[in-house]
Protein backbone atom coordinates (compact mmCIF):
# COMPACT_ATOMS: atom_id res chain seq x y z
CA UNK A 1 0.00 0.00 0.00
CA UNK A 2 1.24 3.40 -1.33
CA UNK A 3 2.01 5.58 2.14
CA UNK A 4 3.18 9.46 2.88
CA UNK A 5 3.91 10.55 5.62
CA UNK A 6 5.18 14.51 6.16
CA UNK A 7 6.75 16.07 9.11
CA UNK A 8 6.63 18.10 11.11
CA UNK A 9 2.57 18.17 11.54
CA UNK A 10 3.43 22.09 12.44
CA UNK A 11 6.16 24.56 11.88
CA UNK A 12 6.44 28.38 13.07
CA UNK A 13 8.75 30.72 11.45
CA UNK A 14 9.96 34.42 11.92
CA UNK A 15 10.32 35.93 8.51
CA UNK A 16 13.09 35.36 6.32
CA UNK A 17 14.01 32.20 8.48
CA UNK A 18 14.46 29.29 5.83
CA UNK A 19 13.37 25.99 6.76
CA UNK A 20 12.27 22.58 4.80
CA UNK A 21 9.52 20.61 4.97
CA UNK A 22 10.05 16.47 4.39
CA UNK A 23 7.62 14.17 2.46
CA UNK A 24 8.57 10.51 3.22
CA UNK A 25 6.74 7.69 0.85
CA UNK A 26 6.53 4.41 -0.56
CA UNK A 27 5.27 3.58 -3.66
CA UNK A 28 5.16 0.60 -5.76
CA UNK A 29 6.35 2.77 -8.55
CA UNK A 30 6.69 6.08 -8.94
CA UNK A 31 4.26 8.27 -11.43
CA UNK A 32 4.76 11.94 -9.93
CA UNK A 33 5.04 13.41 -6.34
CA UNK A 34 2.70 16.46 -6.12
CA UNK A 35 3.26 19.58 -3.66
CA UNK A 36 0.41 21.57 -3.36
CA UNK A 37 -1.03 24.51 -0.52
CA UNK A 38 -3.73 24.64 0.82
CA UNK A 39 -5.34 27.77 2.46
CA UNK A 40 -7.91 28.42 5.11
CA UNK A 41 -11.25 27.28 3.30
CA UNK A 42 -9.96 27.03 -0.24
CA UNK A 43 -8.98 24.03 -2.73
CA UNK A 44 -5.40 23.29 -2.89
CA UNK A 45 -3.58 24.90 -5.43
CA UNK A 46 -0.99 23.25 -7.34
CA UNK A 47 2.43 23.46 -7.17
CA UNK A 48 4.84 21.48 -8.08
CA UNK A 49 5.04 17.97 -9.82
CA UNK A 50 8.29 15.67 -9.14
CA UNK A 51 8.88 12.89 -11.37
CA UNK A 52 12.11 11.27 -10.81
CA UNK A 53 15.12 10.90 -8.32
CA UNK A 54 17.32 14.11 -8.32
CA UNK A 55 14.57 16.27 -10.24
CA UNK A 56 14.32 19.89 -8.09
CA UNK A 57 11.85 22.64 -9.20
CA UNK A 58 11.97 25.89 -8.31
CA UNK A 59 8.71 28.84 -7.79
CA UNK A 60 9.84 32.14 -6.07
CA UNK A 61 10.99 30.94 -2.70
CA UNK A 62 10.14 27.57 -2.55
CA UNK A 63 12.25 25.07 -3.78
CA UNK A 64 11.28 20.97 -4.06
CA UNK A 65 13.60 18.14 -4.58
CA UNK A 66 13.16 13.93 -5.15
CA UNK A 67 15.03 11.01 -4.04
CA UNK A 68 14.36 7.52 -4.16
CA UNK A 69 12.60 7.99 -0.83
CA UNK A 70 11.39 11.44 0.03
CA UNK A 71 10.82 14.78 -1.16
CA UNK A 72 11.94 18.14 0.36
CA UNK A 73 10.18 21.70 0.09
CA UNK A 74 12.56 24.02 0.76
CA UNK A 75 11.31 27.54 1.93
CA UNK A 76 13.91 30.43 1.47
CA UNK A 77 13.45 33.07 3.50
CA UNK A 78 9.75 33.32 4.09
CA UNK A 79 7.03 35.42 4.29
CA UNK A 80 4.10 35.78 5.92
CA UNK A 81 1.83 35.65 3.28
CA UNK A 82 3.54 32.21 2.89
CA UNK A 83 1.80 30.54 5.72
CA UNK A 84 -1.05 27.70 4.53
CA UNK A 85 -1.03 23.99 4.96
CA UNK A 86 1.55 22.13 2.54
CA UNK A 87 0.23 18.90 0.74
CA UNK A 88 2.18 16.28 -0.39
CA UNK A 89 1.13 13.57 -2.40
CA UNK A 90 2.11 10.63 -4.58
CA UNK A 91 0.60 8.81 -8.08
CA UNK A 92 1.63 5.23 -8.75
CA UNK A 93 2.61 4.38 -12.13
CA UNK A 94 -0.41 1.79 -12.04
CA UNK A 95 -3.10 2.75 -14.60
CA UNK A 96 -5.96 5.17 -12.90
CA UNK A 97 -4.14 4.97 -10.22
CA UNK A 98 -4.97 7.92 -7.33
CA UNK A 99 -3.23 10.43 -5.11
CA UNK A 100 -2.04 9.24 -1.61
CA UNK A 101 -1.92 12.67 0.58
CA UNK A 102 -0.09 13.18 3.73
CA UNK A 103 -1.61 14.56 6.60
CA UNK A 104 -0.04 18.13 5.66
CA UNK A 105 1.82 20.55 7.36
CA UNK A 106 0.48 24.12 8.73
CA UNK A 107 3.05 26.63 8.09
CA UNK A 108 2.62 30.12 10.00
CA UNK A 109 5.65 32.54 9.35
CA UNK A 110 5.68 35.65 12.04
CA UNK A 111 6.44 38.93 10.79
CA UNK B 1 -1.28 27.34 -14.32
CA UNK B 2 -4.43 25.25 -15.39
CA UNK B 3 -7.78 26.32 -13.74
CA UNK B 4 -10.71 24.19 -12.15
CA UNK B 5 -13.87 26.05 -11.55
CA UNK B 6 -16.46 25.38 -8.81
CA UNK B 7 -20.32 26.07 -8.64
CA UNK B 8 -21.55 27.05 -6.09
CA UNK B 9 -18.77 27.94 -3.80
CA UNK B 10 -21.36 28.01 -0.67
CA UNK B 11 -24.56 26.48 -0.58
CA UNK B 12 -27.26 26.18 2.18
CA UNK B 13 -30.30 23.93 1.51
CA UNK B 14 -33.01 22.17 4.06
CA UNK B 15 -32.71 18.45 4.94
CA UNK B 16 -34.33 16.28 2.37
CA UNK B 17 -33.56 18.08 -0.56
CA UNK B 18 -31.05 17.60 -3.21
CA UNK B 19 -28.08 19.92 -4.13
CA UNK B 20 -25.82 19.86 -7.43
CA UNK B 21 -22.24 20.77 -7.35
CA UNK B 22 -20.47 21.57 -10.99
CA UNK B 23 -16.88 21.46 -11.48
CA UNK B 24 -15.10 22.82 -14.94
CA UNK B 25 -11.91 22.34 -16.13
CA UNK B 26 -11.73 26.02 -18.07
CA UNK B 27 -8.40 25.76 -20.11
CA UNK B 28 -8.13 21.63 -20.47
CA UNK B 29 -9.46 18.76 -20.86
CA UNK B 30 -9.53 16.32 -18.34
CA UNK B 31 -9.62 12.59 -18.93
CA UNK B 32 -10.38 11.55 -14.95
CA UNK B 33 -12.24 13.89 -12.20
CA UNK B 34 -12.46 13.16 -8.90
CA UNK B 35 -14.73 14.22 -5.78
CA UNK B 36 -13.30 14.67 -2.33
CA UNK B 37 -14.58 15.83 1.05
CA UNK B 38 -12.27 17.77 3.71
CA UNK B 39 -13.65 17.71 7.11
CA UNK B 40 -12.55 20.64 9.16
CA UNK B 41 -8.16 20.63 10.20
CA UNK B 42 -8.31 16.87 8.20
CA UNK B 43 -6.58 15.75 5.05
CA UNK B 44 -8.84 15.40 1.43
CA UNK B 45 -10.86 12.07 1.66
CA UNK B 46 -11.61 10.79 -2.07
CA UNK B 47 -14.96 10.28 -2.51
CA UNK B 48 -15.05 9.30 -6.19
CA UNK B 49 -13.31 8.85 -9.71
CA UNK B 50 -14.56 9.52 -13.23
CA UNK B 51 -13.84 8.95 -16.38
CA UNK B 52 -16.12 10.54 -19.59
CA UNK B 53 -18.37 9.06 -20.09
CA UNK B 54 -18.48 5.88 -17.64
CA UNK B 55 -19.61 5.54 -14.62
CA UNK B 56 -18.08 6.62 -11.34
CA UNK B 57 -15.97 4.20 -9.26
CA UNK B 58 -16.60 5.18 -5.80
CA UNK B 59 -14.28 4.85 -2.56
CA UNK B 60 -15.24 2.08 0.05
CA UNK B 61 -17.99 3.73 2.25
CA UNK B 62 -19.77 6.39 -0.18
CA UNK B 63 -22.99 5.80 -1.39
CA UNK B 64 -23.29 6.26 -4.45
CA UNK B 65 -26.99 6.14 -4.58
CA UNK B 66 -26.26 9.38 -2.17
CA UNK B 67 -23.47 11.01 -4.26
CA UNK B 68 -24.54 10.86 -7.57
CA UNK B 69 -21.63 11.57 -9.62
CA UNK B 70 -21.72 12.81 -13.65
CA UNK B 71 -18.80 13.37 -15.80
CA UNK B 72 -20.67 14.59 -18.86
CA UNK B 73 -17.96 15.47 -21.05
CA UNK B 74 -14.46 16.20 -21.07
CA UNK B 75 -14.51 19.68 -19.05
CA UNK B 76 -17.65 19.06 -16.52
CA UNK B 77 -18.73 16.39 -13.77
CA UNK B 78 -21.50 16.96 -11.24
CA UNK B 79 -21.74 16.02 -7.78
CA UNK B 80 -25.15 16.03 -6.33
CA UNK B 81 -25.75 15.14 -2.66
CA UNK B 82 -29.55 13.45 -2.50
CA UNK B 83 -31.91 14.13 0.01
CA UNK B 84 -29.51 16.28 2.06
CA UNK B 85 -29.10 15.61 6.02
CA UNK B 86 -26.93 17.68 8.18
CA UNK B 87 -23.88 14.93 8.39
CA UNK B 88 -23.61 15.88 4.74
CA UNK B 89 -22.69 19.24 5.80
CA UNK B 90 -18.86 19.43 4.61
CA UNK B 91 -16.38 21.05 2.26
CA UNK B 92 -16.42 19.53 -0.85
CA UNK B 93 -13.54 19.52 -3.73
CA UNK B 94 -13.68 18.68 -7.07
CA UNK B 95 -10.37 17.82 -8.86
CA UNK B 96 -9.51 17.41 -12.97
CA UNK B 97 -6.24 15.51 -14.23
CA UNK B 98 -4.93 16.30 -17.58
CA UNK B 99 -2.94 14.50 -20.24
CA UNK B 100 0.14 14.58 -18.42
CA UNK B 101 -1.57 13.29 -14.87
CA UNK B 102 -1.13 16.58 -13.48
CA UNK B 103 -4.25 17.20 -11.29
CA UNK B 104 -5.93 20.66 -10.06
CA UNK B 105 -8.01 21.09 -7.44
CA UNK B 106 -10.99 23.64 -7.42
CA UNK B 107 -11.68 25.96 -4.92
CA UNK B 108 -14.34 24.07 -3.25
CA UNK B 109 -18.21 23.87 -2.16
CA UNK B 110 -18.89 24.58 1.92
CA UNK B 111 -22.43 22.67 1.71
CA UNK B 112 -24.34 23.24 5.15
CA UNK B 113 -27.49 21.28 5.29
CA UNK B 114 -30.05 22.74 7.95
Known amino acids: EDQVTQSPEALRLQEGESSSLNCSYT??????LFWYRQDPGKGPEFLFT???AGEEKEKERLKATLTKKESFLHITAPKPEDSATYLC????????????FGKGITLSVRP | GAVVSQHPSRVICKSGTSVKIECRSL??????MFWYRQFPKKSLMLMATSNEGSKATYEQGVEKDKFLINHASLTLSTLTVTSAHPEDSSFYIC??????????FGPGTRLTVT
Open chain 1, 50 to 52: LYS
Open chain 1, 89 to 100: AVQASTANSKLT
Open chain 2, 95 to 104: SARGRNYEQY
Open chain 2, 27 to 32: DFQATT
Open chain 1, 27 to 32: VSGLRG
